[in-house]
Every structure is written in structure tokens, then in C-alpha cells.
């Protein structure tokens, strides 16, 4: 295999352990990773860092791939198993306790609570300090022998100091007293802990560059030395700020515990997902926000990643989906907003006779709506939609056969109930007798109106008695897209309603 030291191809991983959904965090970790892959002409591999096999589960790691496909972060190897590759770790650790450099360690929990206990006291960092080491090689094999249960442990060298430079941080330190000592890399069965199968799986993947969350900075002092151990050369590291809560405190659970799949059911666009967790911790400079991902992978760079936290704030997030969707075109975004309302019973599919033709039935009223009407539907809210989700909600009133739950909805300010029903009677007559063009009906309408000393007393009864809501879009849209028969219908009732 080539060295890495003479490997000047940038390869960089995305390691996820398949514990859990992808989140957030780890979208970022794997969006980072993949902008420096395409930027420098590198290789993206994704590696399943599932060791632990009681928390590992086949459907996390489906769950992730499907993200980070549905964000468009493809890959160029794998995905390798760290559960398909334990004869490879199982080879070093046997060649690193032939060279001694790993050794066994037979102390029980109780012992090394103690021993803790102690260094506590002594206002020590907790660390284990080789007891272990002393045993000879005959008390060694006696005790394998007996079954007893052990570890394995790395023999530091005495006053070990780990530095290395973070690409984002800068010239980071370690102590090895700070990092705990001999730390354990595998246990009884051989079956190799994080730290060691990473450092080792970097060695063997040819990593060139380490990019992940700051939680790691910790780990990364332990696979120099196991790199080193193994006379690798360790590979440049980078680790991305924390993700904070707007109160630039960690991030709350709830936003924390937000999976992309859920996510994109609330209705988020995958580009603007993307793009505002790009963000979230490396900005190109100037004013702009908004890049699409192939913008982002010319841009990006670890320079430009930032060192202190960065804060997660929903309200930008659901701004640049509001973005997002008002640059969608209106085919794409009616189909995207179709299943929100089959979801929400509004309306349902029906399939023609006729093979191909897909058409959809109103719920509640029974009748027929086509793909057309639905899309003349959406684009009345294309502008102000922040979330694909919020389309069963704002523009429930298309799909009902009575929108008005109260008449209370109808009122202008001191008007009467007479002056109320004036004022619908006026609406029936001109959608009655306008001709059906938009903008001779909004120009018949608002000339109704502008006989009123406040046009709303004119236009917002009609309005309310559309769409039942206190907000919408414009009582012209709204008549355009229902249609004059609905629309008199709905006038009626309303006046029906106030008698
Ligand atoms: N498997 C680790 C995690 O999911 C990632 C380790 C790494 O990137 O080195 O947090």
C-alpha cells in the first residue's frame, strides 16, 4: 500500500457511527468533508464506524445514507464496515503486543475507581499509570489462562506531549497525563475500541485530512500516538466549532435531536439545508448567504471555518427555505406540496382508467381538482411559504365545503350586520355579471371598493367569507382561483350565515 507521506491526494472520510439518525451535526461533519473533497479534486469516503455492536443498527446506516443523498453529498469509496474489517485491527494490535508497545491489563473496575479516587485527591488528572506493566510474562499467561478478564492498553512513553496543528484552531497541545494515561485499545476478545480502529483505518485509508466536530479534539492526541505507534504518518486534522443554541449555549435537545429525514418531511428544501448548515461554521466573507452546493464546492475552504461556535438559529433556517421555494418552479414545488395535503386528507388521488392520467378528488366536497388547479393554488403562497408543511395550513380553505366556522371572521370594525351584508350582495353582483378575466374582475372589485370611504369594508368581508382566515392571499386571487361558482357559493353562505 503507498505511504501517506508520499500520497499528496486529498482524501478525507466521513466516519458516522450508526447509533442513530444522521442529525445536524454529523451532516455538517459529512458536508464539510465532501466541499473540501470536490474543491481539491479529493476523494470523499464514507466509513460506518460501527464497532459497537449492540448500539449499531443496519437501519441508522441506511437512514444516513439516504441523507446524505438526499443532500446531495455523494461519495467516492465505500461504504467501508469497521465490523468487516477486524482482522486488519486484530493484525496491529498482535503486532504492537509482539513489539510491546500494547500490553494486557487485568485490573478490575473496583481497582481502578481507587486508583482514580486517589489521583483525585491528589488533585491529579484521572489517568492509568501502567500497573499492569510489571506483570511478568508467566503471571501474564497464568491469568489468560484462568480466564480472566482483561484489556489492552497502550504503553505511553513517559512525558509524552502530543501537538499538532488544527487547521480551523491552530497549534493545539497535549499533555499525555491529560488524555489518560495507557488507554485502553481493546478489550478481552481482541474486539478493538474507537480510538485505535480510527487511527488505524486513517493509516490504512490513506486519510489526508481529519475534518470533525470538536468533540473529537480530545481523541485526536490518542490516534497520533496510536499512528505513530504503528509508524504512520498522522494526517493534517480539522476540527469544526461546536453548533450552539441561540443563546450561544449548546444546542438544545430539541433542535439537537432533529434528524435530517425530519427535517425534510417538516418540509425543508435539501439546498437549503445545505446551504444554511454550511454556514453553520464557515462563511466566504462578505454579505452573502445564499450558495447552492456547487457554488459551495469552488468556495470552500478551512480557512474561512470560523473558531468559536457557531449558533443554530431556526428562524434563519426556515428564512432560506422561504428562499429556496420562492426560486422553485411552480410545477416542482405543487408536486412537492401534493403529498402535504393527501397526508392531511385535503385531498386524495384517483386514479383515471385511462393509463397514465393522474388526477386528484377534493376530500371533503367530492369533486374533481387537477394538477392545474392545485398548482394555481400554490402559487398563491409561493412567496410567502417558509416550509413545504405549512401549504395544509394556509391553504386548507380551497379544499372545504364550508370555510366559516365562525361569522365573527366576517366583521370590519363597526360595520353592522346589514352593512356586512351590503357589502357581500355588492360582491356577488360584480362576480356575477364581471367578465371572467383577473384583472377586469380585480379592476371591477377595487372600483366597488373605492366607493367606500375604507376599502376594507368592502374587501374584507369578501375575503373572510372566501377563505374563513384572517389572513391569505388577496380576496382577488383568492376569487380568481376558486372561480365564480364557488365564490357565489361562498358569499352566500356567509350571507346565510350573518341572517
Ligand atoms: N464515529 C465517530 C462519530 O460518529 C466519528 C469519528 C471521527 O470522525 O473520527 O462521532
Not at 449558533?311 to 410545477?331: S, V
Amino acid at each position: 500500500m503507498k505511504n501517506n507521506q508520499e500520497n499528496k491526494e486529498v482524501r478525507v472520510r466521513f466516519a458516522p457511527s450508526p447509533t442513530g439518525s444522521l442529525h445536524i451535526g454529523g451532516a455538517r461533519t459529512a458536508l464539510f468533508n465532501y466541499l473540501y473533497a470536490r474543491r481539491n479534486n479529493g476523494k470523499l469516503i464514507l466509513r460506518i464506524e460501527d464497532t459497537d455492536k449492540e448500539r449499531s443498527k443496519k437501519e441508522y446506516e441506511d437512514n444516513i445514507m439516504r441523507s446524505l443523498s438526499w443532500l446531495g453529498i455523494s461519495w467516492d469509496e465505500g461504504p467501508y464496515r469497521q465490523s468487516e474489517r477486524e482482522s486488519i485491527y486484530k493484525e496491529y494490535i498482535e503486532k504492537l503486543l509482539k513489539e510491546e508497545k500494547a500490553y494486557y491489563c487485568f485490573c478490575k473496575k473496583e481497582e481502578l475507581e481507587r486508583m482514580r479516587e486517589e489521583q483525585r485527591d491528589r488533585k491529579e488528572p484521572p489517568r492509568y499509570e501502567g500497573k499492569c506493566l510489571s506483570l511478568s510474562k508467566e503471571e501474564r499467561e497464568r491469568r489468560i489462562e484462568e480466564g480472566k478478564e482483561f484489556v489492552l492498553r497502550l504503553k505511553i512513553p513517559k512525558n509524552e506531549v502530543i501537538e499538532f496543528n488544527d487547521e480551523i484552531k491552530g497549534r493545539v497541545k497535549f499533555d499525555a497525563k491529560d488524555i489518560g494515561g495507557d488507554f485502553v485499545i481493546a478489550r478481552s476478545d481482541f474486539s478493538p475500541l474507537y480510538n485505535f480502529v480510527c487511527a488505524i483505518d486513517d493509516f490504512k485509508m490513506q486519510i489526508s485530512h481529519v475534518i470533525r466536530g470538536e468533540e473529537h479534539t480530545s481523541n485526536t492526541p490518542r490516534q497520533i500516538i496510536i499512528q505513530k505507534m504503528i509508524g504512520a504518518k498522522t494526517p493534517h486534522y480539522a476540527h469544526i466549532s461546536l453548533i450552539l443554541g441561540r443563546d450561544k449555549k449548546k444546542l438544545s435537545k430539541r433542535d439537537a435531536a432533529v434528524s435530517l429525514e425530519d427535517y425534510k418531511n417538516e418540509g425543508y428544501l435539501s439546498q437549503a439545508i445545505s446551504n444554511f448548515i454550511a454556514l453553520l461554521g464557515w462563511h466566504p466573507g462578505g454579505e452573502r448567504e445564499i450558495y447552492s452546493l456547487k457554488e459551495m464546492e469552488q468556495l470552500f475552504s478551512l480557512k474561512d471555518c470560523q473558531k468559536v461556535g457557531a449558533i443554530f438559529d431556526t428562524k434563519k433556517l426556515e428564512y432560506m427555505n422561504g428562499q429556496y421555494i420562492r426560486k422553485m418552479n411552480l410545477d416542482d414545488l405543487t408536486k412537492k406540496c401534493i403529498p402535504y395535503l393527501i397526508n392531511d386528507n385535503l385531498i386524495s388521488q384517483k386514479k383515471d382508467e385511462k393509463e397514465g392520467s393522474t388526477d386528484y378528488k377534493v376530500s371533503e366536497t367530492g369533486e374533481d381538482m387537477d394538477f392545474e388547479k392545485l398548482s394555481s393554488i400554490v402559487s398563491l403562497y409561493q412567496e410567502r411559504m417558509k416550509k413545504i408543511s405549512e401549504i395544509k395550513d394556509i391553504a386548507d380553505d380551497f379544499f372545504k365545503e364550508n370555510v366559516l366556522e365562525s361569522k365573527d371572521i366576517l366583521s370590519w370594525k363597526d360595520m353592522s350586520k346589514e352593512n356586512l351584508i351590503e357589502s357581500l350582495e355588492k360582491g356577488i353582483r360584480v362576480i356575477e355579471s364581471v367578465e371572467w378575466e383577473k384583472s377586469v374582475l380585480e379592476e371591477e372589485l377595487i372600483k366597488e371598493a373605492n366607493t367606500q370611504k375604507d376599502r376594507g369594508r368592502f374587501l374584507w368581508p369578501i375575503r373572510a367569507a372566501l377563505t374563513g382566515k384572517k389572513a391569505s392571499a388577496s380576496p382577488f386571487d383568492v376569487i380568481w382561483v376558486l372561480g365564480r361558482k364557488t365564490s357565489l357559493k361562498r358569499l352566500r353562505m356567509a350571507i346565510n350565515a350573518l341572517n
